[in-house]
């Protein structure tokens, strides 16, 4: 479902073929990534090539996993977001939540 490349404490998460973060998929990749936000002073970059839409338990997944990164002074980013995706994301007003490299 994901791909995690290791860098020391730093991870780079891509989607394999994913086009939609949902309710089809998004526990599993809660559950795949919250381990590694959960480490003390990690760095968690989260590449959406690809990704065309989330839905509400996307977003859901994306604000557990920015809620224990936060508790364990861990680094959320996402980057590589479709201007569709973005637009989403500003509608929904995480912007402001996530940090967004572009």
């Known amino acids: 479902m994901v791909t995690v490349d290791q860098i020391e404490n730093s991870y ?4 394999n073929s994913m086009t939609k973060l949902n309710i089809l998929n998004s526990k599993d990749v809660e559950s ?7 480490q003390s002073d990690s760095k968690l970059t989260l590449d959406f090539t ?4 989330i839905d509400s338990s996307g977003f859901e997944t994306l604000l557990s996993l920015y809620k224990v990164a936060k508790t364990n ?3 959320l980013n996402l980057t590589n ?3 569709e995706l973005l637009e989403l994301v500003k ?3 995480l912007d402001t939540v996530f940090q967004l490299i572009q």
């Open 12 to 15: 780079f998460v891509s989607f």
């Open 50 to 53: 690809g990704i065309k839409f």
């Open 81 to 83: 977001l479709s201007d």
């Open 32 to 38: 795949q990534l919250l381990p590694l936000v959960s």
């Open 73 to 75: 002074e861990s680094n």
């Open 91 to 93: 509608l929904v007003k």
